[in-house]
């Protein structure tokens, strides 16, 4: 019990640290789902086996590790010059430009989303098929359970086509970007992207999708209005004129000053919403896969409302899991698995590599639970110095992402928005390497770099009477 506590102790304080130094940033957000479900390890009566000392470490370090970018010392420097008026183009000259590339950018946004929703559709009815093959039985007529069962067995993996089907969430955020730019009808894209989700029994995917469009349409507005920047990952934001310093990178919020036309208090009640309807999904999804009737069953006891169970459950059980893996001193992991995607594409230029297998062994808390939180897949992995690196590089990551996505660039909030994801799911696994989060990581970033390139020409329609300086570029 004392781990427990002294874990759960800590893990407010990060979220106290975090909530100064970093803002309404996803890693403040990831620093406080893990702080509710240590809480909830804590308060729910259920009989697990007691968090060890050795487990809680390993939870503490990622944690610290990932939010250790709030200490990042701030870096004076003086601010951009002004465009001076002799270099600015004329009116007429950037209104012209401003027609041609709008119809340009929507052209390419349409030619975009076509392609993404044909690999979506193709990687569906893979999927589809590969169900109906293995079960005998067409689609329609099996329910999620005996789809799921169909996953674990002889459906798995599905193959190239099937992981085209990853691209949902991509789907769903160029449908976004197409509301907010151009006209209402792009909103088809993130419906059709849940539609499709839907249909897989997956409950993290459908939920992480819900978090990734969640997530891109926070950033688009926060940004909306700023100009795109030149580099890749923006440094952080520059002080008026006078200033002896620069902001930390992890002062930029949601909201407030640095997002015009968008409420904090609008943000939050999306958010709110988005963990409302993520919650309900889980619910809803666990009844019919029968889940929520087993989990009941295992824990007879619990007196707290019936629909906290499941989720308590899946968002607590990997710590005594964690613990009782640590106790055996084996990894329940093949060794790699938490850099899968890596493995993969080395096993295509050398065969004698193999890639993991993916599901873990499963451990008695007392029930089985194979799921061990993102920390504890990383250090069986990689052990303790290990994790301190990934993460430690993940916040670091993700905080610069964060920055670069309010000043409006595309590709960061793209990618911020899909690691935003990744990180709220710490709790149950660490699934950034997962092929399919991986392929449509990279992919998405492509695809925005490109409509980012548009926009920045439509706003900067002459690149050659911009000063150097101004395009984020060494003078």
Same mark, same amino acid.
């Given at each position: 019990?004392?781990?427990?506590?002294?874990? &759960?102790?800590?893990?407010?304080? %990060? !979220?106290?640290?975090? $909530?100064?130094?970093?803002?309404?940033?996803?890693? &403040?957000?990831?620093?406080?789902?893990?702080?509710?479900?240590?809480?909830?390890?804590?308060?729910?009566?259920?009989? *697990?086996?007691?968090?060890?000392?050795?487990?809680?470490?390993?939870?503490?370090?990622?944690?610290?590790?990932?939010?250790?970018?709030?200490?990042?010392?701030?870096?004076?420097?003086?601010?951009?010059?002004?465009?001076?008026?002799?270099?600015?183009?004329?009116?007429?000259?950037?209104?012209?430009?401003?027609?041609?590339?709008?119809?340009?950018?929507?052209?390419?946004?349409?030619?975009? /989303? %076509?392609?993404?929703?044909?690999?979506?559709?193709?990687?569906?009815?893979?999927?589809?098929?590969?169900?109906? +093959?293995?079960?005998?039985?067409?689609?329609?007529?099996?329910?999620? +359970? +005996?789809?799921?069962?169909?996953?674990?067995?002889?459906?798995?993996?599905?193959?190239?086509?099937?992981?085209?089907?990853?691209? @949902?969430?991509?789907?769903?955020?160029?449908?976004? *970007?197409?509301?907010?730019?151009?006209?209402?009808?792009?909103?088809?894209?993130?419906?059709?992207?849940?539609?499709?989700?839907?249909?897989?029994?997956?409950?993290?995917?459908?939920?992480?999708?819900?978090?990734?469009?969640?997530?891109? =349409?926070? *950033?688009?507005?926060?940004?909306?209005?700023?100009?795109?920047?030149?580099?890749?990952?923006?440094?952080?934001?520059?002080?008026?004129?006078?200033?002896?310093?620069?902001?930390?990178? @992890?002062?930029?919020? $949601?909201?407030?000053?640095?997002?015009?036309?968008?409420?904090?208090?609008?943000? $939050?009640?999306?958010? /709110? %919403?988005?963990?409302? @309807?993520?919650?309900?999904?889980?619910?809803?999804?666990?009844?019919?896969?029968?889940?929520?009737?087993?989990?009941?069953?295992?824990?007879?006891?619990?007196? =707290?409302?019936? =629909?906290?169970?499941?989720?308590?459950? *899946?968002?607590?059980?990997?710590?005594?899991?964690?613990?009782?893996?640590?106790?055996? #001193?084996?990894?329940?992991?093949?060794?790699?698995?938490?850099?899968?995607?890596?493995?993969?594409?080395?096993?295509?230029? #050398?065969?004698?590599?193999?890639?993991? +297998?993916?599901?873990?062994?499963?451990?008695? /808390?007392?029930?089985?639970?194979?799921?061990?939180?993102?920390?504890?897949?990383?250090?069986? #992995?990689?052990?303790?110095?290990?994790?301190?690196?990934?993460? @430690?590089?993940?916040?670091?990551?993700?905080?610069?992402?964060?920055?670069?996505?309010?000043?409006?660039?595309?590709?960061?909030?793209?990618? !911020?928005?899909? %690691?935003?994801?990744?990180?709220?799911?710490?709790?149950?696994?660490?699934?950034?390497?997962?092929? #399919?989060?991986?392929?449509?990581?990279?992919?998405?970033?492509?695809?925005?770099?490109?409509?980012?390139?548009?926009?920045?020409?439509?706003?900067?329609?002459?690149?050659?009477?911009?000063?150097?300086?101004?395009?984020?570029?060494?003078?």
């Amino acid at each position: 019990m004392i781990p427990t506590i002294a874990l &759960t102790v800590y893990s407010l304080l %990060l !979220v106290l640290f975090a $909530i100064k130094q970093l803002g309404a940033s996803p890693i &403040t957000m990831a620093t406080g789902v893990l702080a509710a479900s240590f809480v909830a390890l804590l308060l729910a009566p259920l009989s *697990y086996y007691p968090l060890s000392t050795d487990a809680a470490l390993v939870l503490a370090a990622g944690m610290t590790s990932m939010v250790a970018v709030g200490l990042a010392p701030r870096r004076t420097g003086a601010s951009h010059p002004p465009l001076q008026a002799k270099n600015r183009p004329s009116a007429a000259v950037i209104s012209s430009h401003a027609n041609k590339s709008a119809r340009g950018g929507l052209l390419l946004l349409i030619v975009l /989303i %076509l392609v993404v929703l044909t690999a979506v559709l193709l990687g569906y009815r893979a999927f589809v098929s590969g169900i109906s +093959e293995a079960t005998n039985a067409t689609f329609s007529q099996l329910t999620l +359970e +005996e789809v799921r069962r169909a996953q674990n067995t002889g459906a798995r993996g599905g193959g190239a086509l099937a992981l085209l089907g990853s691209l @949902g969430p991509l789907l769903g955020c160029l449908g976004l *970007y197409g509301a907010a730019r151009h006209s209402r009808v792009f909103l088809i894209g993130p419906l059709v992207a849940l539609a499709i989700a839907l249909q897989n029994p997956s409950r993290l995917n459908s939920i992480s999708l819900l978090v990734t469009l969640v997530a891109f =349409w926070l *950033y688009l507005r926060a940004g909306q209005g700023k100009v795109a920047h030149e580099l890749p990952f923006p440094d952080r934001p520059r002080t008026q004129p006078g200033s002896s310093s620069r902001p930390s990178v @992890g002062r930029a919020k $949601i909201g407030g000053r640095s997002s015009p036309g968008w409420s904090r208090r609008k943000a $939050i009640l999306v958010g /709110i %919403l988005a963990a409302g @309807g993520a919650l309900t999904l889980f619910n809803v999804v666990g009844n019919a896969l029968g889940k929520s009737a087993s989990t009941a069953a295992g824990f007879p006891a619990y007196d =707290w409302p019936a =629909w906290t169970l499941s989720p308590v459950f *899946y968002f607590t059980g990997s710590y005594p899991a964690l613990t009782v893996a640590m106790s055996n #001193d084996t990894s329940p992991y093949e060794p790699g698995t938490s850099f899968f995607s890596v493995l993969r594409l080395a096993a295509v230029f #050398d065969p004698s590599i193999r890639p993991p +297998e993916t599901i873990a062994q499963y451990s008695s /808390i007392p029930v089985p639970f194979n799921l061990y939180s993102g920390f504890g897949q990383v250090y069986f #992995d990689v052990g303790f110095l290990g994790l301190v690196v990934v993460f @430690g590089g993940l916040g670091m990551l993700l905080q610069r992402l964060h920055v670069a996505a309010l000043r409006g660039h595309l590709p960061s909030i793209w990618a !911020v928005s899909t %690691l935003t994801s990744v990180v709220l799911a710490l709790p149950q696994g660490f699934v950034l390497f997962n092929l #399919d989060v991986t392929v449509r990581l990279l992919v998405g970033v492509g695809m925005f770099v490109a409509l980012g390139r548009n926009r920045r020409g439509r706003e900067s329609p002459r690149l050659g009477q911009v000063p150097t300086r101004l395009r984020g570029l060494p003078a």
